[in-house]
Structures are given as structure tokens and as C-alpha cells.
């Protein structure tokens, strides 16, 4: 008698629109790159497509970094990759945190041993530059780690003293940049940054699972001081530094760049179809031009905050430090922010976020980044936020966050013109 399975029927998702803080809709070049025919992981032509991977996030992170390359993993992984390949037990990290995120790198650099000190800003706000450098000045930490744009809080971290004062009082400065890669401006070399990793699944618009990242030569030394390459791979007559072993295998960045370079020494099977999507996405964005691709984030969010405002909707955090791509909403008293979700997805197939901790059922964080950065996009979600508002009981003006939307994109026209 044959064994009944259950078996589900094919695979077939809603079409959403997705403009909360990520991940977003796809650029249907990337899907289609996706969809690429499989390759073996040392065929000349992908080999090739990897030293092309190279080349194109050298420019989407504004650096010469030669270590600059694919972890396999959600933006999460190559943070992981980072701190446990650079943090020893003991070693003193400093870690100012102005967002859930940042309480994420105090947790892994805990989990490796590190002595962290915490310096914590009021969400909705951020560091200036010199609270930073008097904490370096009085702890001397051997790496610093911050958040670029935390999307708990939609506040952007200004970088660019910072990294100047790491390297001449020779602390590492490493830096997430999950949120803001491709929407953003970054220039790693410019402010001096050592170590950014970041993801796919936001400004760049392409799917969670594979992790960009970028490393300069301060970094590779502290990392190859403690390559200890496995026993089953190990070159003839090599012999391991006397360096603390890595303690994560798969994370290992001394042995992914061994990977990534021309010895191309076996460490793991590269996530191919994730390649080809971040390749992709990389090419997407570079044909734009980089200029180009920040100030339409900065035009669709800017029209996206009129038309809030002129909804009567408080935007939270302090204006001067707000992401170009992600806005926090203050939610009105005596509105069920869940249920204006829950109507905007059902009703409209629209996906904005809330927010985590003390701002959960206090802001809806709304996003504006990739392909789904765009003018039809930004006023068909001020059209349904207002009509999910009014089926809850909550009337705004009418029509007034479209108009005042229009009206901006309007006028950013005129001056180009």
C-alpha cells in the first residue's frame, strides 16, 4: 500500500506592495537573474562572475578595498562574520547605540567574549561626533561599532569624524550599513570606515541571503593573525599563525578570503543564484549612478513626509537625522495602529512596519527604497494610509497627503527643468 504524503499546492504569493523598513519588492531584473541556470562553484565563468561581484560593490561602497565580497547569509551573518573574526575575549569594544540594532552588536560582541562599554542616545536621536570621540578618548577601545541608519528609529548616524578620529588613535571602526547601502550616501574610504557589511534586501532591492561586505587592510591583518585554515584543506607546508583560532568556522573571514581570492581555496559552496542577484543588483544600481539613485530616495521620501504632514501625521525623530529611506509615523491617540496595517495589507496590499521595544504601537515606519522608490508608489500608500484612517474612525483632509505629494514632485520637476 503506498504511502499519502501531504502535499501543498504550488507555490503562488500575493502581489504586495512592500514599503515598510524592509525587506522590498525586487528589481524584476534580479528575479530573472535569480532564475539563472546553476553553475559549479569553480567554473571559469562563475570564478568570473565573482571578481565581477568584486568590482561592482568596490564602487556601491565607495572604496578600493580589495577584500571587498559575498558572506552567505542575511546581513545579520556578515555582522556575525565581523565581530567574532576581529573580537577576541577581552578585547574593550565600544558600542554607542541609538536603536534596537545596536543593541544587536552588543549582544554579539558579548557573545565573543568582548569587554563592551555602552554609550546609548535617546531613540529618535543620534550621537554628535564629539560624544563618541570623548568615550574613545576615556576607554581606548579596540574597535568601534555603530549602526549607520537604524530603521528601529529611522535616524542616520553622521560617520564621517568619527572614522578620522578611530584611525589616529588606532581603533577599528566597523560599521552596519544593512539599511542604508545604495540608498544612502557612504563613502567608506573618504570617512576612513575599516570594516561595512550590509544586505540586499533593502536600497539595493534585491532578497534577503546574501550579505556585501567590504574590508580594508587594518582589518585583514587583525583577521589573518588568526587564520587556522582546516586540516582537510590546508595547503602542503602551511603553517598556522599563533594567533587565537577563529571560533566560527563558516565565519570565518580569513578563510572566505582565501575563497575569494586567486588561490580560491575551498571553504564552502557559494550561494550561486544569491550571486547572480547580488551582482544584478549592484549593476541596477551603478547603471542609475550612484548620485542619481540617492537623490531619488531623498525625492520620493521628502514627497512621502508632505503628504504625511499635510495628513496632519507627526513624523517622529529629530529631522535633521532621518534615513532617506525609511520614515517613522507618530501613531494618533486613540488610533489601533495594527488594525491600520492589517487594513492597508488586506485592503490595499500594501506592507508598512511598526517598530520594536518602547516604539512598538508608537510609530509606523514607512519605506521608500529600490525599485519601489518611485512616484506612483508613494502616492498610491499616502492614499491608502488615509483611506485604512477613515475606515478606522480617523479622518484626515481629503486627498490632502496625495496633492501635497504631487505638489512636491511638482516643484522638484520645475527645478529641473
Same mark, same amino acid.
Given at each position: 500500500?503506498?504511502?499519502?504524503?501531504?502535499?501543498?499546492?504550488?507555490?503562488?504569493?500575493?502581489?504586495?506592495?512592500?514599503?515598510?523598513?524592509?525587506?522590498?519588492?525586487?528589481?524584476?531584473?534580479?528575479?530573472?537573474?535569480?532564475?539563472?541556470?546553476?553553475?559549479?562553484?569553480?567554473?571559469?565563468?562563475?570564478?568570473?562572475?565573482?571578481?565581477?561581484?568584486?568590482?561592482?560593490?568596490?564602487?556601491?561602497?565607495?572604496?578600493?578595498?580589495?577584500?571587498?565580497?559575498?558572506?552567505?547569509?542575511?546581513?545579520?551573518?556578515?555582522?556575525?562574520?565581523?565581530?567574532?573574526?576581529?573580537?577576541?575575549?577581552?578585547?574593550?569594544?565600544?558600542?554607542?547605540?541609538?536603536?534596537?540594532?545596536?543593541?544587536?552588536?552588543?549582544?554579539?560582541?558579548?557573545?565573543?567574549?568582548?569587554?563592551?562599554?555602552?554609550?546609548?542616545?535617546?531613540?529618535?536621536?543620534?550621537?554628535?561626533?564629539?560624544?563618541?570621540?570623548?568615550?574613545?578618548? $576615556?576607554?581606548?577601545?579596540?574597535?568601534?561599532?555603530?549602526?549607520?541608519?537604524?530603521?528601529?528609529?529611522?535616524?542616520?548616524?553622521?560617520?564621517?569624524?568619527?572614522?578620522?578620529?578611530?584611525?589616529?588613535?588606532?581603533?577599528?571602526?566597523?560599521?552596519?550599513?544593512?539599511?542604508?547601502?545604495?540608498?544612502?550616501?557612504?563613502?567608506?574610504?573618504?570617512?576612513?570606515?575599516?570594516?561595512?557589511?550590509?544586505?540586499?534586501? $533593502?536600497?539595493?532591492s534585491g532578497p534577503p541571503g546574501s550579505a556585501p561586505t567590504?574590508?580594508?587592510?587594518?582589518?585583514?591583518?587583525?583577521?589573518?593573525?588568526?587564520?587556522?585554515?582546516?586540516?582537510?584543506?590546508?595547503?602542503?607546508?602551511?603553517?598556522?599563525?599563533?594567533?587565537?583560532?577563529?571560533?566560527?568556522?563558516?565565519?570565518?573571514?580569513?578563510?572566505?578570503?582565501?575563497?575569494?581570492?586567486?588561490?580560491?581555496?575551498?571553504?564552502?559552496?557559494?550561494?550561486?543564484?544569491?550571486?547572480?542577484?547580488?551582482?544584478?543588483?549592484?549593476?541596477?544600481?551603478?547603471?542609475?549612478?550612484?548620485?542619481?539613485?540617492?537623490?531619488?530616495?531623498?525625492?520620493?521620501?521628502?514627497?512621502?513626509?508632505?503628504?504625511?504632514?499635510?495628513?496632519?501625521?507627526?513624523?517622529?525623530?529629530?529631522?535633521?537625522?532621518?534615513?532617506?529611506?525609511?520614515?517613522?509615523?507618530?501613531?494618533?491617540?486613540?488610533?489601533?495602529?495594527?488594525?491600520?496595517?492589517?487594513?492597508?495589507?488586506?485592503?490595499?496590499?500594501?506592507?508598512?512596519?511598526?517598530?520594536?521595544?518602547?516604539?512598538?504601537? $508608537?510609530?509606523?515606519?514607512?519605506?521608500?527604497?529600490?525599485?519601489?522608490?518611485?512616484?506612483?508608489?508613494?502616492? $498610491?500608500?499616502?492614499?491608502?494610509?488615509?483611506?485604512?484612517?477613515?475606515?478606522?474612525?480617523?479622518?484626515?483632509?481629503?486627498?490632502?497627503?496625495?496633492?501635497?505629494?504631487?505638489?512636491?514632485?511638482?516643484?522638484?520637476?520645475?527645478?529641473?527643468?
Amino acid at each position: 500500500m503506498s504511502k499519502t504524503y501531504e502535499i501543498f499546492e504550488d507555490l503562488n504569493p500575493p502581489e504586495r506592495l512592500l514599503m515598510g523598513p524592509g525587506p522590498v519588492d525586487v528589481y524584476p531584473s534580479v528575479l530573472r537573474a535569480i532564475a539563472s541556470p546553476m553553475l559549479g562553484q569553480f567554473d571559469p565563468k562563475f570564478t568570473e562572475y565573482m571578481d565581477q561581484v568584486m568590482v561592482l560593490f568596490r564602487q556601491v561602497f565607495q572604496t578600493d578595498n580589495n577584500w571587498t565580497f559575498l558572506i552567505n547569509g542575511t546581513a545579520r551573518a556578515a555582522i556575525e562574520a565581523c565581530l567574532v573574526s576581529m573580537v577576541e575575549p577581552g578585547d574593550k569594544v565600544l558600542v554607542p547605540r541609538f536603536g534596537r540594532f545596536g543593541f544587536l552588536l552588543t549582544e554579539i560582541a558579548q557573545r565573543c567574549g568582548a569587554d563592551v562599554i555602552t554609550l546609548d542616545a535617546e531613540w529618535g536621536s543620534v550621537f554628535q561626533p564629539e560624544q563618541i570621540i570623548e568615550s574613545i578618548k $576615556k576607554h581606548s577601545p579596540k574597535i568601534v561599532t555603530i549602526v549607520h541608519g537604524d530603521t528601529s528609529t529611522t535616524m542616520a548616524q553622521p560617520l564621517q569624524e568619527i572614522g578620522q578620529f578611530c584611525r589616529e588613535n588606532g581603533a577599528i571602526l566597523y560599521v552596519d550599513a544593512c539599511a542604508t547601502l545604495g540608498g544612502n550616501d557612504l563613502q567608506v574610504d573618504k570617512w576612513q570606515i575599516d570594516a561595512v557589511t550590509a544586505g540586499l534586501q $533593502k536600497c539595493m532591492s534585491g532578497p534577503p541571503g546574501s550579505a556585501p561586505t567590504t574590508l580594508n587592510d587594518r582589518v585583514a591583518k587583525i583577521v589573518n593573525a588568526r587564520k587556522h585554515i582546516e586540516v582537510g584543506i590546508k595547503p602542503e607546508g602551511y603553517k598556522n599563525p599563533s594567533g587565537r583560532r577563529i571560533s566560527s568556522n563558516y565565519f570565518d573571514l580569513a578563510m572566505l578570503m582565501d575563497y575569494w581570492s586567486p588561490e580560491r581555496l575551498n571553504h564552502h559552496t557559494e550561494a550561486t543564484n544569491m550571486l547572480y542577484a547580488a551582482r544584478e543588483c549592484a549593476r541596477v544600481l551603478l547603471s542609475e549612478g550612484l548620485e542619481n539613485v540617492f537623490e531619488r530616495h531623498k525625492l520620493a521620501n521628502n514627497a512621502l513626509r508632505v503628504g504625511l504632514e499635510a495628513m496632519d501625521l507627526k513624523l517622529f525623530g529629530d529631522e535633521a537625522y532621518r534615513m532617506t529611506n525609511v520614515t517613522g509615523v507618530v501613531i494618533p491617540n486613540g488610533v489601533d495602529g495594527e488594525a491600520i496595517r492589517h487594513c492597508m495589507l488586506n485592503k490595499f496590499n500594501i506592507e508598512i512596519g511598526t517598530s520594536f521595544g518602547a516604539l512598538h504601537g $508608537k510609530i509606523w515606519r514607512i519605506g521608500a527604497m529600490g525599485h519601489v522608490c518611485r512616484k506612483i508608489n508613494v502616492l $498610491k500608500c499616502l492614499d491608502a494610509l488615509s483611506q485604512s484612517l477613515k475606515k478606522n474612525g480617523y479622518s484626515t483632509p481629503m486627498n490632502a497627503g496625495v496633492q501635497a505629494a504631487e505638489g512636491y514632485y511638482a516643484l522638484a520637476e520645475q527645478k529641473v527643468a
